[in-house]
């Protein structure tokens, strides 16, 4: 049977201001609410985005592997550089846990993106 979890993604930081093609920091953290421990590996996605919706017009900036499992109640904490987009403009930087929808999670996908 298929790992039935809860990952919620809690928390996503990134630098407010940057210069176009610069490298900046972002980082996040990724909890497991659910019942049962979560079976990896799955993917965290890095997306640009201008506004608050990942779609596919975002452009994908980095992507990391999971830790291979993830406990009841335990979390883990990613952190990468990423390219900022070489257009200038007013981005957001949204993370996307399990961005291949490798955790079976239900009706719990909401929010795992932050």
């Known amino acids: 049977m298929a790992n039935v979890v809860?990952?919620?993604?809690r928390a996503a930081l990134a630098p407010i201001d940057g210069?176009?093609?610069?490298?900046?920091?972002v980082s996040w953290t990724v909890d497991n609410q659910g019942p049962v421990a979560a079976?990896?590996?799955?993917t965290d996605s890095v997306y640009f985005s201008l506004d608050?919706?990942?779609?596919?017009?975002?452009?994908?900036a980095a992507t990391l592997s999971s830790p291979p499992t993830l406990a009841v109640g335990a979390s883990y904490q990613r952190a990468t550089a990423?390219?900022?987009p070489a257009q200038p403009g007013?981005?957001?930087?949204?993370?996307r846990t399990d961005?291949?929808?490798t955790v079976l999670e239900y009706d719990a996908?909401?929010?795992?993106?932050?």
């Open 109 to 114: 996908e909401a929010n795992n993106v932050r």
């Open 19 to 25: 210069v176009a093609g610069q490298s900046a920091p």
């Open 6 to 9: 809860q990952a919620n993604l």
């Open 39 to 42: 079976a990896g590996p799955w």
């Open 52 to 60: 608050e919706t990942l779609d596919p017009g975002d452009l994908l």
């Open 90 to 95: 007013t981005y957001r930087v949204l993370v």
């Open 99 to 101: 961005s291949g929808g």
């Open 82 to 84: 990423v390219n900022l």
